[in-house]
């Protein structure tokens, strides 16, 4: 087919139904996604069991779109790569199932991907260029993260958030603010009609000496500033409170890593053009190459689901099919544990 490798991915880990087929060289020859948005708007955030029966009845029709987009059949593939968790175990267990079905049926290899890893992993699929070791900013809705990427399955978590992922604040802000689901855009969008200084908000852990986030504080701060500022003041304080503590924590990270080859973002809040800015600025000021997936690449998807599996495959780890779904499961399961809820990393 012109190709040596080709691995389909699934991710159905939260809000998400995707696949993708990925080849080795970094060619993405299809990728199909199916978001719920609509589904989960009235609620303000995402309800399990309503994204869990909408991946069912997804996957299939997706898997298949995929297939005729790329030209090609199951046969061709030589993995298939399925995230195995961490995530609302419903949904992981539907892609996984899906992805262990395939690969008995055609008698595959199958790869069970950890989602960090495949956010982890995703900027060399878009940056070929990009080596180990990295320092790794991983900030999405379930996770805030540091991590030194040294290579496949080799994670060392620097830091972690003790209470709440940068992007649930992102979420919770918007639905205080009245703004809508998902909340991340839509705190974006209002915080270019504000005032990034007009609200007077804290920077939880700025200036500690333990390298963790802390996002709760945050997020209470600007329920008390509800009806004394306009909307858009308050997404525009909030978001700079957030870029002030991600900056912060990195910066600090950045002092105790061994010398690394890059400063790498991923993750759905990565999108995020302010966040984005100001951490290429960081690293220039570091004198480090500063890499960041495209945007389609940064919310969940099947695409970096599929290089995780190239990764993975090239190294010759594969999964026996009686591999479990797992709602947690830490990159870095010798990583100390943190005070509060950081043990949801």
């Known amino acids: 087919m012109g190709w040596p490798m080709l691995i389909l991915g699934l991710e159905s880990s939260c809000d998400e139904t995707a696949a993708a087929l990925v080849t080795d060289d970094g060619r993405v020859l299809a990728h199909r996604l199916l978001g719920q948005e609509a589904a989960h708007a009235p609620f303000g955030g995402v309800v399990p069991e309503i994204a869990a029966r909408a991946h069912v009845e997804a996957m299939e029709p997706l ?13 061709d593939v030589d993995a298939i790569a399925a995230t195995a968790g961490p995530g609302l175990i419903g949904g992981v267990m539907v892609g996984l199932v899906t992805g262990k079905a395939l690969a008995h049926a ?32 991983l900030v999405s809705g379930g996770h805030c993260q540091l991590l030194l990427v040294e290579g496949v399955g080799r994670y060392r978590r620097m830091a972690t958030t003790i209470d709440d992922a940068a992007g649930e604040a992102f979420d919770k802000t918007a639905k205080l603010l009245g703004l809508g689901y998902p909340g991340g855009p839509r705190v974006e969008a209002a915080a270019r009609e504000g005032d990034p200084f ?20 945050l997020k209470s701060a600007v ?39 890059a400063l790498v973002v991923a993750g759905g809040v990565a999108a995020n053009g302010v966040i984005r800015a100001a951490l290429e600025a960081l690293a220039a000021e570091h004198g480090l190459r500063f890499v960041a997936p495209p945007l389609w690449l940064c919310t969940d998807n099947a ?23 797992r ?8 990583a100390e544990a943190v005070r509060g809820a950081g043990v949801k990393a």
């Open 63 to 75: 898997v298949a779109a995929a297939f005729a987009d790329a030209g090609v059949t199951l046969a």
């Open 223 to 261: 329920a008390r500033a509800i009806g004394q500022y306009c909307p858009e003041d308050i997404a525009a304080s909030f978001q700079q409170a957030v870029v002030d503590c991600l900056l912060d924590r990195t910066r600090r990270a950045l002092a105790d890593v061994p010398p690394v080859t």
């Open 303 to 325: 695409a970096m689901i599929a290089w995780a599996g190239v990764e993975r495959f090239r190294e010759g780890l594969t999964d026996p099919l009686d591999t479990p779904a």
């Open 198 to 217: 007009a609200v007077p908000l804290p920077r939880p852990l700025k200036g500690a000496a333990e390298p963790h986030f802390s996002f709760a504080g």
């Open 327 to 334: 709602a947690r499961w830490p990159l870095d399961p010798a």
């Open 106 to 137: 055609a008698s595959k290899p199958l790869i069970a991907v950890n989602h960090l890893e495949g956010h982890a992993l995703s900027p060399r699929l878009s940056d070929r260029e990009l080596a180990y070791p990295y320092l790794l900013l």
